[in-house]
């Protein structure tokens, strides 16, 4: 009797793994541009995707590659000039003046 196979995506090598289906193919998960490849689970809900080439990509752009390597999130920083500004003080309700 055999071993099952695992269905732990990080166990299987990057060789016996399904080549990809898409028309130009997916870049590979080790690539610079790997955020370009094809979704194919989409999770909004829990903030993450899967794209075709294995790589989880969380939607603060931080990632999660086949291997198990972690990548941190590479959002912008605002620029200065960007920066929300504190809301401004209410102003007290003017007084409104009394028939006499």
């Not at 999130?73 to 009394?98: E, I, N």
Request: with cysteine.
């Amino acid at each position: 009797m055999g071993a099952e196979p695992s269905s732990d995506p990080s166990s299987v090598s990057p060789t016996s793994r399904r080549r990809c289906p898409h028309d130009p193919p997916c870049p590979a998960a080790e690539g610079a541009d790997r955020d370009a490849a094809v979704v194919t689970s989409r999770h909004c809900d829990q903030g993450w995707s899967l794209l075709c080439n294995g790589v989880i990509l969380f939607e603060d752009t931080g990632e999660i590659l086949p291997t198990g390597r972690t990548v941190e999130p590479r959002r912008p920083l605002p620029r200065p000039g960007c920066v929300p500004r504190p809301p401004l003080p209410r102003r007290a309700a003017a007084a409104t003046p009394t028939p006499v």
